[in-house]
């Protein structure tokens, strides 16, 4: 099993709709979770932190379940500009997801 | 305040050959990572630095890959000798004391 795992995409979602991905782990000592986006050819940029109580940043969501060890990120409202490949990363030793490729359409 | 430079931006080579990567980080960010992003893949850790010590170089494939940061600002990180299988983004990022990394855009390796 790899270390971190992702939703397979691509998603393909209509502007205004709502969608979530999930990123489950396997390390269950796992401490720090984070979302960081990509553009096409372009480097991953921090998205957000994922604390325990789970955060809102805008129409960006993100939740921790320690107990079945995942993480999730809702987007409500989507925009043409969150088109981009979205990225978990657990722990500090940084171990990237493969990523889930989102495309939002007119 | 200038970002994680990294040169060169693309690089052509044959296998077999040598090829190296410079990253110059944010100025004062201690922490410093080299990732491996083949495409379609998210980016692979392949070294970490804490000043110029290593921190986990656990995923560098030692018998071809090398990397140092003598000074603990500038990286540099090395292919001898390069694969095939080898072609890929190489990517810098930097972190100061938050969970925030700030990458460089990147060097993309060919090799043919």
């Known amino acids: 099993r790899k270390e971190v795992e992702q939703d397979p995409g691509p998603f393909n979602v209509p502007e205004g709709a709502t969608v979530a991905f999930n990123c489950t782990y396997s390390?269950?000592?796992?401490?720090?979770f984070f979302w960081y986006r990509q553009d096409c050819r372009k480097e991953p940029k921090l998205l957000m932190s994922?604390?325990?109580s789970g955060n809102e940043d805008g129409r960006f969501t993100a939740q921790l379940n320690r107990a079945s060890q995942y993480i999730s990120l809702l987007i409500r409202d989507s925009k043409l500009s969150d088109s981009a490949t979205y990225l978990c990363?657990?722990?500090?030793?940084?171990?990237f997801g493969a990523g889930t490729r989102l495309t939002v359409k007119p | 305040e200038a970002g994680v430079a990294q040169s060169p931006r693309y690089k052509i080579i044959e296998k077999r050959q040598s090829v190296a990567f410079w990253c110059n980080p944010i100025s004062g960010h201690a922490t410093l990572y080299w990732y491996q992003q083949i495409l379609g893949q998210g980016p692979k850790l392949l070294i970490q630095?804490?000043?110029?010590?290593?921190?986990?170089d656990s995923q560098l494939p030692k018998d071809r890959f090398s990397a140092e940061r003598l000074k603990g600002v500038d990286s540099t990180l090395k292919i001898q000798p390069a694969k095939l299988e080898d072609s890929a983004v190489y990517l810098c990022?930097?972190?100061?004391?938050?969970?925030?990394?700030?990458f460089g855009p990147g060097t993309r390796l060919t090799v043919t």
């Open positions: 994922v604390y325990s």
């Open positions: 990363v657990v722990n500090n030793d940084m171990r």
């Open positions: 990022a930097s972190r100061f004391r938050g969970p925030e990394q700030y």
């Open positions: 390390n269950s000592a796992s401490q720090s």
């Open positions: 630095f804490q000043n110029n010590g290593v921190v986990d």
